[in-house]
């Protein structure tokens, strides 16, 4: 299966989860870790958030830093 690389709309809750992440690197100059995206998105499980983070990376709107933490950035 192809990865899909092309923006494309998003869901609600994915739309809410990039506007969270985005607000969060203009407020503190660096990207959220896993726990405080759970934290924000009101969720029990990191599995959910690691979902929605690499949804929001095959489809465009963010991509990653070469293996380190809190290298999420906005495309």
Do not use: C
């Amino acid at each position: 299966m192809k990865k899909n690389t092309k923006k494309e709309g998003l869901t609600p809750k994915q739309k809410w989860v990039f506007e969270a992440i985005k607000d969060f690197i203009q407020q503190n100059g660096h990207s959220p870790s896993y726990e405080e995206i759970k934290q924000l998105m009101g969720v029990r499980s990191k599995s959910n958030v690691h979902a929605y983070v690499h949804r929001l990376a095959t489809r465009g709107w963010i991509g990653f830093g070469n293996g380190r933490n809190r290298s999420i950035y906005i495309l």
